[in-house]
């Protein structure tokens, strides 16, 4: 079994490489990635091989595509502060680059998992998140992810291809970058609070948010694969957990055995106010799978922080 993984030097990508690569009865795993917001050691004694290059290279993507026996296509640009600075880069990237993977796949025939977004629930109040509700993205981002979705299922319904759209709500753990404007809120928090930081929290920081772990995640995506499960509807791929950021932070005070202190901002525009997944379609594909826990979770990542020389004491600088 062939399996490519775009975006695979990136922080969920790596993960998963290192799943599949370990799994019997995959054969051949190969990473595409331009490494714009990847890193290749992440793929270091991972036994998956890298490709760099672009999904917009439409040339190079054919070529790394023939023969695949499924796609999962996590190459996207992320953030949604990044969307509102770039909206045309969110676009092209997301939405032009998911067609030109779907084109590849279906020269090939190729099963084809994606990576879409709980971003495009949006405005919605509504909660929990069930993916019957109308998406009402609130950022170029999210709009961008919508498109993806959109894209995927309407090439598995016009060319029969088999697909699986999901949509990631809050993905965290190690590997996940930090140190920079788009970093997510829990590396963003973790650099912060072992440099000596306070945690910037946008808002009153009674907004909510859903997070998986990266191992979660990587265990349904690789279930995914080797079962080649198909949908012809978007499945959250979250397990219904809610806490508020500055429940968020008593977490991570527990874990790292202090309460760091927190600064409040203003709140960024597009940010959804609360988000927690229905997770009833993700279990009836996958009845297996089960959540690590957000305290046991947040243990692994900062474990894994602690290890990077940057948190030595006296510096203050982070991952890249």
């Known amino acids: 079994m062939k399996i490519v993984v775009t975006g695979g030097a990136g922080f969920i990508g790596a993960h998963l490489c290192r799943t599949l690569a370990a799994t019997p009865g995959v054969g051949q795993v190969t990473a595409l990635d331009d490494l714009s917001t990847g ?79 709980s971003s495009v629930y949006g405005a919605s109040t509504a909660l929990p998140k069930h993916e019957e509700l109308p998406a009402r993205p609130l950022s170029p981002y999210a709009a961008s992810k919508l498109a993806t979705e959109a894209y995927v299922l309407a090439y598995g319904a016009a060319f029969g291809l088999p ?8 993905v965290y753990g190690p590997l996940q970058p930090a140190g920079h404007a788009y970093a997510a809120v829990i590396p963003a928090f973790l650099d912060a609070a072992l440099s000596g930081r306070p945690l910037t929290v946008h808002g009153d920081g009674h907004q909510t948010r859903d997070f998986t772990y990266v191992g979660s995640v990587a265990a349904v995506l690789a279930d995914a694969v080797l079962r080649r499960v198909t949908s012809p509807d978007p499945v959250n791929l979250a397990f219904g957990t809610r806490i508020s950021l500055l429940g968020l932070v008593d977490q991570l005070a527990a874990v790292l055995g202090e309460r760091p202190a927190v600064e409040h901002t203003p709140p960024r525009p597009g940010d959804v106010r609360d988000s927690q997944a229905a997770d009833a379609r993700l279990r009836a594909l996958f009845p297996d799978a089960a959540p690590v826990p957000l305290r046991e979770g947040l243990a692994a990542t900062a474990d894994w922080f602690g290890t990077l020389p940057a948190y030595a004491p006296g510096t203050a600088a982070a991952p890249a």
């Open 39 to 117: 890193c290749a050691a992440n793929l270091d004694g991972s036994g998956a091989g890298l490709v760099e290059g672009s999904i917009l290279d439409t040339g190079l993507l054919r070529s790394v595509v023939r023969d695949a026996d499924t796609v999962v296509h996590l190459a996207a640009l992320p953030s949604v502060p990044r969307s509102l600075a770039d909206p045309v880069a969110s676009h092209e990237v997301n939405a032009t680059g998911t067609v030109r993977v779907l084109e590849a796949c279906r020269e090939t025939g190729a099963h084809l998992l994606a990576a879409s977004s």
């Open 163 to 170: 697909v699986l759209p999901f949509r990631f709500f809050n």
